[in-house]
């Protein structure tokens, strides 16, 4: 009888540190399990953080350059390899659009005025004809009676956005350079604020041949910047860093 209450004693007790054992081992398993939920919730909370501070830490080299002829400061767009196609397509009818119809040359005076009337919506329309209207002193064609002629260099285009969110504006600032028929040459400075939209393509197959996209000139004031004689001077271009962005 003694031995089997001992046997009972033995039993029990093994059976009690049996399930300290057991007891122990969930209470580790329980903390582990704790302290990586924590670590992975302070890991999250610190990519979280670093992604919100990274913009903060970013800084954005660009380009100011200085006309020598005016002295017009302005910033240089920095192409990074990627745009929103709309701009690049209106950065080049814009472009094109001021370079023809800013120009003169009784060569191509008629090819010129169909062109450029392939741009315009109906209110530049009208002014357009009636600048090149003949009974007009300020026509082209009497301006340029005496052989003289214009090319167009523009210089950059800047874009606006309105309060209201749209995007239809844009400062042309460019250059012409006016040759007479003695062959001397004179340059003026120029600013053209643009306001556009694109519609519907005219369904004239010569008129889409010059404009697919339906890109309409709605309004457009040119005023001189500065006149100077004498051939253009290059534009510098100063290297400078923005400060970290907020």
Known sequence: MKRDAALQAYFAEAASWDA????????SVRTAWR???GACVLAVAAIFALVLLMPLKRVDPFVIRVDNATGIVDVVPVFAGQAAMPEVVTRY??????TVCERFNFSTAESDYEECSSF????????WMTLWDRSNPESPLNRHKDGSSVRVQVSSITFFKRGSGTEDLAQVRYVKALRTGNGSEQHSYW???????????????RMR????????IVELRTEAEATQP???????????TAGSKP
């Open 35 to 37: 302290v990586a939920v």
């Open 20 to 27: 300290d054992r057991v007891a122990a081992s969930e209470r």
């Open 120 to 127: 315009h919506a109906p209110a530049r329309h009208q002014e």
């Open 230 to 240: 004498g051939p253009a001077s290059p534009p510098t271009a100063t290297a400078a």
């Open 93 to 98: 009818f814009l472009d094109h659009y001021l």
């Open 191 to 205: 600013i053209a604020t643009v306001q556009y939209v694109y519609g519907a393509p005219s369904k004239d197959p």
């Open 209 to 216: 041949r010059w404009n697919p996209l339906g890109f309409k």
